[in-house]
């Protein structure tokens, strides 16, 4: 903090202030390290870049999922993910090709619009464009991935013994703030000989099996649906290696 305040007391000394320093727009940084400035005009026009076309298999299966859920109101979503794919698989060349024609259009025009978005921004934008781009695609990706998987069903990993402690006795911690009921069960943990985690440490041996069981069974129904992408990269090789 020190260093900071130093920087930031050197740039005042010279007669440039925060507003000073972004020349476009006027706007103050908000640290001597923020050399570079992101107007408010160009952050809400980030949110105005072209959004990609859905997939020509996605854009099916989009369609079908209300008629499926119709005819199948009590049937678990990844038996009717499994039954949309089966459907697609089955589909005639000519009637895909529908759908595959739809994307290509849509990607052009994606493009098209893509293109006349950046022509708007200057480089130094453009950088913070990319940079920004990237980091929302991370950020979506992996929450989209995270529920995903909850829809899907994927089995909760296994517990350790701590943790199995820890939600267990959290409810009964006689403690006020979270902080001091982690504190307090922590403390206890430690202080706990082996013979009285013994019983935590068999449970999540337990709960291992459990996670192993529901995880492979998972990962089966995943490659009938032909979502490979999902299944272990260590189950993939190992099933690589078995085949050989």
């Known amino acids: 903090m020190a260093l900071l305040r130093g920087m930031w007391g050197s740039l005042r000394a010279l007669g440039r202030s925060g507003a000073e320093m972004c020349a476009g727009c006027g706007i103050n940084l ?24 859905m997939s020509s298999y996605l854009r ?21 993910v499994r039954k949309i794919a089966a459907v697609w ?5 000519q ?34 464009l990319e940079k920004d781009l990237k980091q929302k695609r991370m950020k979506r990706k992996a929450i989209l991935r995270k529920k995903e998987l ?8 296994p517990r350790s013994a701590y943790n199995i402690y820890v939600a267990e006795s959290f ?13 307090s069960i922590n403390q206890t943990w430690k202080n706990m000989s082996d013979e009285e985690k013994e019983s935590y440490f068999q449970l999540a041996k337990d709960d291992k099996i459990r996670y ?16 490979s992408d999902l299944i272990r990269q260590s189950v993939k090789r190992t099933g690589n290696n078995t085949e050989n």
């Not at 529908?98 to 453009?126: C, G, H, I, M, N």
């Open 30 to 53: 908000r640290s001597p390290l923020s050399l570079v400035c992101i107007s408010k005009s160009f952050s809400s026009n980030i949110g105005n870049y072209p959004k990609k076309p």
């Open 60 to 80: 099916f299966s989009t369609e079908q999922l209300p008629r499926f859920k119709a005819q199948y109101p009590d049937i678990r979503l990844i038996d009717l």
């Open 89 to 93: 698989r089955d589909l005639p060349e």
């Open 95 to 128: 009637e895909k090709e529908v759908y595959e024609t739809d994307f290509k259009a849509e990607w052009e025009k994606y493009k098209e619009a893509v293109t006349r978005f950046k022509a708007q921004l200057s480089p130094s934008q453009l950088k913070l």
């Open 150 to 157: 909850t829809v899907l069903g994927k089995p909760k990993r």
């Open 171 to 183: 409810p009964e911690s006689k403690e006020k703030t979270v902080q001091a009921k982690m504190k």
């Open 212 to 227: 192993n069981n529901e995880i492979k069974s998972w990962e089966d129904q995943m490659a009938e649906v032909g979502r």
